[in-house]
Protein backbone atom coordinates (compact mmCIF):
# COMPACT_ATOMS: atom_id res chain seq x y z
CA UNK A 1 0.00 0.00 0.00
CA UNK A 2 2.97 2.25 1.15
CA UNK A 3 4.65 1.27 -2.65
CA UNK A 4 1.62 2.27 -4.04
CA UNK A 5 1.07 5.68 -2.48
CA UNK A 6 4.21 6.47 -3.12
CA UNK A 7 4.29 5.61 -7.18
CA UNK A 8 1.12 7.67 -7.80
CA UNK A 9 2.97 10.67 -5.99
CA UNK A 10 5.98 10.30 -7.41
CA UNK A 11 3.51 10.73 -11.36
CA UNK A 12 2.10 13.30 -9.95
CA UNK A 13 5.21 15.58 -9.91
CA UNK A 14 7.54 15.33 -12.73
CA UNK A 15 10.69 16.52 -10.61
CA UNK A 16 13.89 14.62 -10.38
CA UNK A 17 14.29 16.13 -6.86
CA UNK A 18 11.01 15.31 -5.43
CA UNK A 19 11.55 11.32 -6.98
CA UNK A 20 14.70 11.11 -5.66
CA UNK A 21 13.44 12.28 -1.93
CA UNK A 22 10.73 9.96 -1.78
CA UNK A 23 12.68 7.26 -2.53
CA UNK A 24 14.81 8.00 -0.23
CA UNK A 25 12.39 8.21 2.35
CA UNK A 26 11.19 4.55 1.16
CA UNK A 27 14.29 2.96 1.72
CA UNK A 28 14.93 4.49 5.42
CA UNK A 29 11.50 3.43 6.09
CA UNK A 30 12.63 0.10 4.93
CA UNK A 31 15.69 -0.17 7.07
CA UNK A 32 13.86 1.08 10.35
CA UNK A 33 11.15 -1.80 9.76
CA UNK A 34 14.36 -3.89 9.64
CA UNK A 35 15.29 -3.11 12.34
CA UNK A 36 12.75 -3.33 14.43
CA UNK A 37 11.60 -6.56 13.51
CA UNK A 38 15.65 -7.54 14.25
CA UNK A 39 15.23 -6.06 17.51
CA UNK A 40 11.90 -8.03 18.19
CA UNK A 41 12.93 -11.58 16.93
CA UNK A 42 16.28 -11.15 18.99
CA UNK A 43 17.89 -14.62 18.49
CA UNK A 44 15.13 -16.08 16.51
CA UNK A 45 16.03 -13.55 13.33
CA UNK A 46 19.52 -14.46 13.68
CA UNK A 47 19.24 -18.22 13.93
CA UNK A 48 16.73 -18.00 10.57
CA UNK A 49 19.76 -16.31 8.81
CA UNK A 50 22.31 -18.95 10.20
CA UNK A 51 20.64 -22.54 9.35
CA UNK A 52 19.11 -24.37 5.98
CA UNK A 53 15.88 -24.81 5.28
CA UNK A 54 15.05 -28.59 4.92
CA UNK A 55 12.51 -29.64 2.63
CA UNK A 56 13.17 -33.23 2.83
CA UNK A 57 15.61 -35.74 4.84
CA UNK A 58 15.84 -39.34 4.92
CA UNK A 59 19.11 -41.91 5.22
CA UNK A 60 20.06 -41.06 1.41
CA UNK A 61 19.53 -37.40 1.07
CA UNK A 62 19.20 -34.07 2.71
CA UNK A 63 16.88 -31.93 0.58
CA UNK A 64 17.40 -27.75 1.37
CA UNK A 65 15.73 -24.81 -0.05
CA UNK A 66 19.11 -22.97 -1.15
CA UNK A 67 19.02 -19.05 0.53
CA UNK A 68 19.59 -16.57 -2.76
CA UNK A 69 22.84 -14.76 -2.48
CA UNK A 70 24.64 -17.70 -1.24
CA UNK A 71 27.26 -19.78 -2.43
CA UNK A 72 27.22 -23.82 -2.24
CA UNK A 73 30.87 -23.95 -1.04
CA UNK A 74 34.25 -22.05 -1.35
CA UNK A 75 38.13 -22.29 -0.64
CA UNK A 76 37.95 -19.50 1.69
CA UNK A 77 36.75 -20.79 4.82
CA UNK A 78 35.62 -17.48 6.04
CA UNK A 79 33.09 -17.07 3.42
CA UNK A 80 29.25 -18.11 4.35
CA UNK A 81 28.08 -20.67 2.31
CA UNK A 82 25.76 -23.87 1.90
CA UNK A 83 28.80 -26.17 3.42
CA UNK A 84 29.74 -23.64 6.13
CA UNK A 85 26.23 -23.09 7.49
CA UNK A 86 25.21 -27.46 7.31
CA UNK A 87 28.87 -28.23 8.64
CA UNK A 88 27.48 -26.18 12.33
CA UNK A 89 23.53 -27.53 11.39
CA UNK A 90 24.63 -31.19 10.43
CA UNK A 91 27.90 -31.93 11.78
CA UNK A 92 26.56 -35.75 11.87
CA UNK A 93 26.59 -35.53 7.96
CA UNK A 94 29.97 -34.12 7.21
CA UNK A 95 32.19 -36.72 5.05
CA UNK A 96 35.61 -36.20 6.51
CA UNK A 97 37.26 -37.30 3.35
CA UNK A 98 35.62 -34.44 1.57
CA UNK A 99 37.07 -31.57 0.64
CA UNK A 100 33.54 -29.96 1.27
CA UNK A 101 32.46 -31.89 3.56
CA UNK A 102 28.92 -32.84 1.60
CA UNK A 103 28.75 -34.63 -1.47
CA UNK A 104 27.03 -31.65 -3.47
CA UNK A 105 26.30 -33.55 -6.82
CA UNK A 106 24.57 -30.65 -8.53
CA UNK A 107 24.76 -26.84 -8.31
CA UNK A 108 22.73 -23.63 -8.19
CA UNK A 109 23.90 -20.23 -9.24
CA UNK A 110 25.03 -17.90 -6.54
CA UNK A 111 22.36 -15.97 -7.15
CA UNK A 112 20.21 -18.44 -7.51
CA UNK A 113 17.50 -20.00 -4.64
CA UNK A 114 15.55 -23.21 -4.52
CA UNK A 115 16.14 -27.17 -4.29
CA UNK A 116 19.59 -28.52 -3.72
CA UNK A 117 19.87 -32.23 -3.28
CA UNK A 118 22.57 -33.51 -1.17
CA UNK A 119 23.01 -37.29 -1.01
CA UNK A 120 23.95 -38.44 2.59
CA UNK A 121 26.43 -41.24 1.18
CA UNK A 122 28.89 -42.27 -1.23
CA UNK A 123 25.91 -44.75 -3.48
CA UNK A 124 23.38 -42.19 -3.10
CA UNK A 125 25.70 -39.27 -4.73
CA UNK A 126 26.55 -42.13 -7.39
CA UNK A 127 23.42 -42.77 -8.65
CA UNK A 128 22.51 -39.10 -8.15
CA UNK A 129 24.92 -37.75 -10.52
CA UNK A 130 24.07 -40.87 -13.08
CA UNK A 131 20.82 -39.72 -13.27
CA UNK A 132 22.13 -35.53 -13.63
CA UNK A 133 24.23 -37.26 -16.35
CA UNK A 134 22.23 -38.98 -18.08
CA UNK A 135 19.81 -36.12 -18.42
CA UNK A 136 16.78 -37.83 -16.37
CA UNK A 137 16.56 -35.11 -13.84
CA UNK A 138 13.24 -33.05 -14.18
CA UNK A 139 14.06 -29.49 -13.02
CA UNK A 140 11.62 -26.89 -13.16
CA UNK A 141 12.58 -23.06 -12.41
CA UNK A 142 10.39 -19.98 -11.57
CA UNK A 143 11.33 -16.66 -13.13
CA UNK A 144 9.69 -13.01 -13.01
CA UNK A 145 11.40 -11.87 -16.80
CA UNK A 146 11.88 -8.50 -18.27
CA UNK A 147 8.77 -7.05 -20.49
CA UNK A 148 5.54 -9.04 -21.96
CA UNK A 149 6.49 -12.04 -23.78
CA UNK A 150 4.51 -12.30 -27.54
CA UNK A 151 4.65 -15.95 -26.93
CA UNK A 152 2.67 -18.50 -24.26
CA UNK A 153 4.97 -21.37 -24.78
CA UNK A 154 8.86 -21.91 -26.16
CA UNK A 155 11.48 -23.71 -26.83
CA UNK A 156 14.56 -21.96 -27.07
CA UNK A 157 17.40 -24.30 -28.74
CA UNK A 158 20.96 -22.18 -28.74
CA UNK A 159 24.37 -23.53 -27.93
CA UNK A 160 26.06 -22.18 -24.59
CA UNK A 161 30.01 -21.57 -24.79
CA UNK A 162 32.83 -20.44 -22.70
CA UNK A 163 33.35 -16.96 -23.44
CA UNK A 164 36.96 -16.21 -23.75
CA UNK A 165 36.18 -12.49 -23.50
CA UNK A 166 35.19 -12.68 -19.72
CA UNK A 167 37.45 -15.37 -17.91
CA UNK A 168 38.11 -13.80 -14.74
CA UNK A 169 34.27 -12.26 -14.60
CA UNK A 170 31.48 -13.79 -13.55
CA UNK A 171 30.06 -13.58 -17.25
CA UNK A 172 32.12 -16.63 -18.48
CA UNK A 173 29.36 -17.94 -20.79
CA UNK A 174 27.87 -16.82 -24.12
CA UNK A 175 25.48 -18.32 -26.89
CA UNK A 176 26.75 -19.47 -30.43
CA UNK A 177 24.97 -16.36 -31.48
CA UNK A 178 26.68 -13.59 -29.92
CA UNK A 179 30.11 -13.75 -31.37
CA UNK A 180 32.59 -16.15 -33.06
CA UNK A 181 34.48 -15.95 -29.58
CA UNK A 182 32.00 -18.39 -28.55
CA UNK A 183 34.69 -21.69 -27.41
CA UNK A 184 33.19 -25.04 -27.48
CA UNK A 185 29.42 -24.84 -27.41
CA UNK A 186 27.37 -27.31 -26.86
CA UNK A 187 23.57 -28.18 -27.86
CA UNK A 188 21.50 -26.07 -25.00
CA UNK A 189 17.17 -26.51 -24.65
CA UNK A 190 15.38 -24.63 -22.68
CA UNK A 191 11.26 -24.66 -22.59
CA UNK A 192 9.07 -21.63 -21.45
CA UNK A 193 5.84 -21.90 -20.63
CA UNK A 194 3.84 -18.38 -19.49
CA UNK A 195 2.22 -18.34 -16.18
CA UNK A 196 1.53 -14.50 -16.15
CA UNK A 197 1.78 -11.07 -17.30
CA UNK A 198 2.00 -8.37 -15.11
CA UNK A 199 4.02 -4.93 -13.56
CA UNK A 200 7.13 -5.24 -10.90
CA UNK A 201 7.44 -1.86 -9.77
CA UNK A 202 5.16 -0.51 -12.35
CA UNK A 203 7.15 -2.19 -15.39
CA UNK A 204 6.21 -4.67 -17.62
CA UNK A 205 7.12 -8.43 -16.22
CA UNK A 206 6.03 -12.17 -17.41
CA UNK A 207 6.20 -14.92 -14.73
CA UNK A 208 7.44 -18.06 -16.58
CA UNK A 209 8.28 -21.57 -15.69
CA UNK A 210 11.33 -22.80 -17.10
CA UNK A 211 12.46 -26.57 -17.69
CA UNK A 212 15.84 -27.36 -18.51
CA UNK A 213 16.52 -30.06 -20.79
CA UNK A 214 20.01 -29.79 -20.56
CA UNK A 215 21.98 -28.81 -18.23
CA UNK A 216 24.98 -25.69 -19.12
CA UNK A 217 26.30 -23.23 -16.91
CA UNK A 218 23.83 -20.58 -16.92
CA UNK A 219 21.89 -22.02 -19.74
CA UNK A 220 18.67 -20.28 -18.42
CA UNK A 221 19.81 -16.87 -17.16
CA UNK A 222 21.79 -16.93 -21.13
CA UNK A 223 18.22 -18.13 -22.85
CA UNK A 224 15.92 -15.80 -21.49
CA UNK A 225 18.62 -13.04 -22.16
CA UNK A 226 19.06 -14.13 -25.77
CA UNK A 227 15.29 -14.15 -26.88
CA UNK A 228 14.87 -10.52 -25.06
CA UNK A 229 13.70 -11.39 -21.71
CA UNK A 230 16.50 -10.72 -19.28
CA UNK A 231 15.60 -12.52 -16.25
CA UNK A 232 14.57 -9.36 -13.36
CA UNK A 233 17.78 -8.86 -11.23
CA UNK A 234 19.92 -10.49 -13.16
CA UNK A 235 22.95 -7.80 -13.53
CA UNK A 236 25.77 -10.19 -15.00
CA UNK A 237 23.30 -10.80 -18.61
CA UNK A 238 21.29 -7.38 -18.59
CA UNK A 239 22.18 -4.89 -21.21
CA UNK A 240 21.29 -2.33 -19.00
CA UNK A 241 22.52 -2.96 -15.28
CA UNK A 242 19.41 -2.28 -13.04
CA UNK A 243 20.16 -2.53 -9.29
CA UNK A 244 16.83 -1.79 -8.30
CA UNK A 245 15.64 -5.05 -7.91
CA UNK A 246 16.88 -6.82 -4.64
CA UNK A 247 17.77 -10.40 -5.86
CA UNK A 248 17.94 -12.01 -9.29
CA UNK A 249 14.27 -13.84 -9.81
CA UNK A 250 15.18 -17.12 -10.90
CA UNK A 251 13.98 -20.04 -8.21
CA UNK A 252 14.66 -23.80 -8.31
CA UNK A 253 10.83 -24.65 -7.68
CA UNK A 254 10.55 -28.52 -8.17
CA UNK A 255 13.21 -31.48 -8.50
CA UNK A 256 11.96 -35.23 -10.19
CA UNK A 257 15.37 -37.60 -9.53
CA UNK A 258 13.94 -40.65 -10.29
CA UNK A 259 16.77 -43.37 -9.25
CA UNK A 260 16.96 -47.15 -7.84
CA UNK A 261 17.83 -46.27 -4.13
CA UNK A 262 15.04 -43.58 -3.44
CA UNK A 263 12.89 -41.73 -6.02
CA UNK A 264 12.38 -38.05 -5.06
CA UNK A 265 9.99 -35.46 -6.03
CA UNK A 266 10.46 -32.36 -3.87
CA UNK A 267 8.72 -28.88 -4.37
CA UNK A 268 9.18 -25.38 -2.70
CA UNK A 269 6.41 -22.98 -1.94
CA UNK A 270 6.29 -19.97 -5.17
CA UNK A 271 8.55 -17.04 -3.86
CA UNK A 272 7.71 -14.98 -6.25
CA UNK A 273 3.63 -14.40 -5.27
CA UNK A 274 2.15 -11.27 -4.94
CA UNK A 275 1.79 -11.13 -1.44
CA UNK A 276 5.42 -12.57 -1.19
CA UNK A 277 6.92 -9.71 -3.12
CA UNK A 278 5.05 -7.12 -0.42
CA UNK A 279 2.45 -6.60 -3.86
CA UNK A 280 5.77 -5.12 -6.16
CA UNK A 281 4.13 -7.86 -8.46
CA UNK A 282 1.12 -7.18 -9.46
CA UNK A 283 -0.82 -9.70 -11.86
CA UNK A 284 -3.05 -8.76 -14.69
CA UNK A 285 -3.10 -11.42 -17.10
CA UNK A 286 -3.12 -15.54 -15.74
CA UNK A 287 -2.48 -17.44 -18.82
CA UNK A 288 -1.81 -20.78 -17.12
CA UNK A 289 -1.78 -22.01 -13.19
CA UNK A 290 0.94 -23.52 -11.34
CA UNK A 291 -1.08 -26.76 -11.01
CA UNK A 292 -1.56 -27.52 -14.59
CA UNK A 293 1.68 -26.27 -15.91
CA UNK A 294 3.54 -29.17 -14.94
CA UNK A 295 1.93 -31.05 -17.59
CA UNK A 296 1.50 -28.52 -20.20
CA UNK A 297 5.65 -27.96 -20.42
CA UNK A 298 6.32 -31.61 -20.45
CA UNK A 299 4.12 -32.02 -23.26
CA UNK A 300 5.99 -30.07 -25.86
Excluded at 3 to 22: A, H, Y
Excluded at 50 to 64: A, C, K, M, Q, R
Excluded at 193 to 217: A, C, E, F, Q, S
Excluded at 271 to 294: C, G, R
Aim: proline share 3%; aromatic share 10%; hydrophobic share 40%.
Amino acid sequence: MIDEIVDRIVQFFSTGLIEKVIKAFLVLCDRFVNFILSLCEGNNYKKKDETVDVLYTSGNFLVINKKHDLLINSNDTKKKTVQTIMRKQFPEYVQDNLTHDFYFAHRLDFATSGILCIPLNKNACKEVCQVFEEQRARKYYLALLRGHTDFDEEVIDIAIGEDVRFKDTSKKMCTILEDELCQNPRRSITKVLVLDRGYYNGKPVTKVLLRPITGRRHQLRLHCSQIGHVIVGDYTYSLKIDTSPPRMFLHAFRLVLPNTIENLDIQTDDPFTEKALKYKWKVVEQVNSIANAFDIIDSF
